[in-house]
């Protein structure tokens, strides 16, 4: 009997059939899985494919055994023929962390900040190897060598609050290969991280898989990373499956429309080349940005120098894109040129110099220059209304304005951003992360700025919801005849909204122009390498 | 670290000798003296007293004798019990405050941390609901209802434990009041301890335990405790200062001959002297606790830096 099983299932390391996940509420039951069958072979990868919201994450979660406490898991996950969802806790132990294992969106925060490395990596050796702490500490070792972590003797001593976010990572993909398991769930396991970082970890979990042939289950929200390592692609939407198939066969012909257009969610089109004779809205002449780290009582304080002699000229209706790796000062050049910190250099705003201009020299021109977060969750006030939230500039701006004239406002604001008015009195935590994003638009659009400097405006966001906030953005500029600054890593992002580009590292500019020849012929080597990194996937297929 | 430590107590110095100095002047300013007593004494008995104790020099030159006096490490005599000096009232009532404060704080810490976990892993189930009223009665009802309460249930009643006094320090007597003492203190322990476990056990790094099939002991204990006892270890620190000292109700009723009395009625008597020394006495508990508390810290939490 049992052989008969091994021929018709035996290919599949873990089956998932009719699987339904529930989470209880105040409102009622809500089904964030409906009856989805799923099926992974061993050694291949399967890219689990949807927006947030999807129920991809849930469907693992709930294999794994790690859903919240209000929710339930119906049907089968069958791994070796073992239904996972009915062991007992003690079984379910010596699968996961073993046979199956998994490594998560958030690098920073899953690792225990008290232990050191070699703490948490022996830990699963102990528990499921079977090894004494001595041999694991020796074997946690070699892990680290093989997931190529730079000097592993002493990354394993630290802690992980003294390793980098790709660092940590591989501390985590390390811990998932200890025990030489069958299966590893890959949630987002990138999405945190630079392009580049990206780019090595993808490259690093692909190789890994070569070499012990596990089996790997990746989440993601990104098509380009798919198409660069799956064999076979799973779309889910709302909870269900609606197209599986091989990589190639998917991106060559889709057959749902959703899957299109997830597929289409790339950000395309180019912007219009502005006139060289429209004015120069923001300059700024070797500006430069340090600050000194006090390390002990007695020791000098190190400057750091977060931004060193940058000179960028924006005229109006142009949009600079900014780009470089987290720590390369991007956004820290962004708020010296709206004057939020002390430079050295100088900047110009209109015409008029700005430089380390007081508060109150700063007031009057203040509503012209405007910023958007990356955050779109915690940069709205969760106990103001949307209303409130949208017109509080105009209090300080527009004193005189009734509340009336306020109230109309807000609605033309968030009209223009594509959202009902009558949302204006809801509060925050009721709108979805795109949805909030429009509403920090509308709030800087409704005191009719000249500049608009976006940090990372799209980066927390779903690659569907992204291309609606970049088209907004578009016709918000042609309209108004906005100037931007767009802060990115994202590089499809930058390619199209900006006209030109700087590309920064560790605080210069190490290459600036316009976009089209930025992308087509980088010149400097970073360039050529973040370009690599980020359109690899999308330029192979 | 042996710099750090040696720098805080070195620090504690100048503290200390602000608390003193604040504290002597302001008892001064309360009104009457030591030896008002309701029937007053002759004119020429006062005199001598007034002289005997120093009270008849100018303030400032009774502040620099005691601060003389302090120096040496003579906190002087009782103005009000004449046969005792300050330094042998603490002899004697301090180590008794101890045992029973020692005791409540290792009570409360134990028995709040298990029921603040229990409560935490059963968050809002009947569990969770019957700890948390029981720590919110806990922390409502004040020591002066649960002592005659306790006292009334267990020693008179059933007769299990003497209903008060010190008996020599036998264990039996010990019982009630550092369940006494401790009942406030593990309601908020719990509170606490639960808190800090909910939020610890919904952390990504608790998720990867999970994920990884460790134990459930090494799971709660060792990776969400450590972290969620930070909060307490915070809370422990004065609340040791504050239980080792004595508690004036608990030796009241109970009749214990601690040192938590003193505070209150060398305050009420003017007891000069004996005020000080109290004074002195919670002031160097609170300062050695609170560097424990940031020793502890630190070595708890790696990403503390002592300096």
Request: with cysteine.
């Amino acid at each position: 009997m049992k052989q008969a099983a091994m021929t018709t299932d035996g290919d599949n390391v873990l089956d998932i059939r009719g699987l339904d996940v529930a989470f209880s509420t105040n409102d009622g039951d809500v089904r964030a899985v409906r009856g989805i069958d799923l099926h992974v072979r061993k050694g291949e990868t399967v890219a689990v494919v949807g927006e947030s919201g999807s129920g991809k994450s849930q469907t693992m979660m709930a294999a794994m055994g790690l859903l919240a406490d209000n929710g339930r898991a119906t049907g089968e996950v069958l791994y070796r023929g073992r239904n996972l969802l009915t062991l007992g806790p003690k079984a379910l132990n010596a699968v996961r962390g073993a046979r199956i294992t998994m490594i998560f969106q958030e690098p920073m925060t899953s690792l225990d900040p008290l232990y050191t490395v070699e703490r948490q990596l022996s830990e699963p050796l102990v528990e499921h190897g079977g090894l004494t702490r001595k041999q694991a500490s020796a074997r946690a070792l070699d892990l680290l060598k093989l997931v190529r972590i730079p000097d592993p003797a002493d990354k394993l001593r630290a802690y992980p609050y003294e390793l980098s976010g790709g660092q940590r990572q591989r501390v985590m993909i390390a811990m998932a290969l200890a025990n030489d398991p069958d299966v590893l769930i890959a949630d987002e396991p990138t999405t945190a991280l630079d392009v580049t970082t990206q780019a090595q970890i993808l490259d690093l979990i692909a190789d890994l898989q070569e070499r012990t042939g596990v089996a790997v289950v990746f989440i993601t929200h990104d098509l380009g990373i798919v198409r660069r390592i799956a064999d076979r692609v799973v779309v889910m939407k709302d909870g269900e499956v609606v197209e599986t198939g091989s990589t190639e066969a998917l991106f060559a012909a889709p057959r749902e429309a959703y899957t299109r257009m997830l597929l289409d969610a790339e950000p395309s089109g180019h912007k219009d080349p502005v006139s060289e004779s429209r004015p120069i809205v923001v300059g700024a002449q070797k500006l430069g940005v340090s600050f000194r780290i006090q390390q002990g009582f007695l020791k000098a304080p190190t400057v750091l120098r977060a931004v060193d002699d940058v000179s960028l000229t924006v005229r109006e209706g142009q949009t600079l894109g900014i780009v470089g790796e987290s720590g390369s000062g991007k956004s820290t050049l962004g708020r010296a040129l709206l004057q939020l910190l002390p430079h050295s250099g100088r900047v110009q705003f209109e015409g008029r110099d700005i430089s380390n201009a007081d508060k109150a020299g700063m007031r009057a021109i203040r509503r012209q220059m405007q910023l958007v977060f990356q955050d779109p969750f915690g940069s709205l006030s969760p106990r103001m209304t949307v209303g409130q939230i949208v017109t509080e500039g105009l209090l300080v701006h527009e004193p005189t304005l009734s509340r009336r004239e306020r109230d109309l406002r807000a609605c033309a604001a968030l009209d223009e951003v594509s959202l009902d008015p009558s949302v204006r009195n809801r509060y925050p935590h009721e709108f979805s992360g795109g949805q909030r994003q429009r509403i920090a638009i509308a709030r800087t659009m409704v005191l009719k700025p000249r500049l608009v400097v976006l940090d990372e405006p799209t980066s927390a966001l779903d690659r569907t919801i992204q291309k609606q906030i970049v088209d907004l953005l578009r016709d918000l500029q042609r309209e108004h005849g906005l100037t931007y600054l767009f802060i990115s890593h994202d590089l499809a992002v930058v390619r199209a909204l900006a006209d030109t580009i700087v590309v920064m590292k560790a605080g210069r500019v190490v290459e600036a122009g316009p976009a089209a020849s930025v992308f087509d012929a980088p010149a400097d080597p970073y360039t050529r390498e973040l370009m690599a990194a980020a359109l690899a996937p999308v330029m192979s297929g | 670290m042996f710099g750090y430590v040696t720098r805080r107590l070195l620090t504690a110095i100048p503290t200390l000798f602000l608390i003193v100095t604040g504290a002597f002047f302001l008892i001064r300013v309360a009104p009457g003296g030591p030896f008002n007593l309701e029937r007053p004494l002759e004119a020429k008995v006062m005199e001598n007293l007034n002289r005997i104790y120093h009270l008849d020099k100018p303030l400032w030159e009774q502040y620099l004798y005691y601060l003389g006096n302090l120096a040496r490490g003579d906190f002087g005599p009782s103005f009000v019990y004449r046969d005792f000096s300050v330094a042998e009232l603490f002899a004697s009532g301090l180590p008794v405050s101890l045992q029973i404060g020692a005791g409540a704080l290792v009570l409360a810490l134990i028995a709040g941390t298990l029921l603040g976990i229990a409560s935490a892993l059963r968050q809002n189930r009947p569990a969770d609901y019957g700890i948390v009223g029981l720590a919110t009665l806990g922390i409502t009802i004040p020591t002066f209802v649960i002592a005659p309460l306790l006292s009334l249930v267990f020693g008179v009643w059933l007769g299990w434990l003497p209903a008060g006094g010190w008996g020599g320090g036998a264990w039996s007597y010990k019982v009630l009041p550092i369940v006494t003492l401790a009942l406030p203190q593990i309601a908020v322990v719990t509170r606490l301890t639960r808190g800090a476990m909910i939020e610890a056990m919904r952390s990504h790094h608790i998720r990867t335990a999970r994920a990884y099939g460790l134990k459930p002991w090494t799971v709660i204990v060792v990776h969400a405790l450590r972290s969620a006892i930070l909060p307490v270890v915070s809370y422990a620190g004065p609340a040791a200062a504050a239980l080792l000292t004595g508690s004036v109700v608990v030796e009241t009723i109970f009749g214990i001959p601690g040192v938590g009395r003193y505070f209150v009625q060398a305050a009420l008597n003017r007891d000069y002297t004996l005020v000080m020394g109290t004074v002195i006495v919670i002031a160097i508990f609170i300062i050695v606790f609170n560097l424990m508390v940031d020793l502890l810290y630190a070595v708890i939490d790696p990403r503390v830096r002592l300096g």
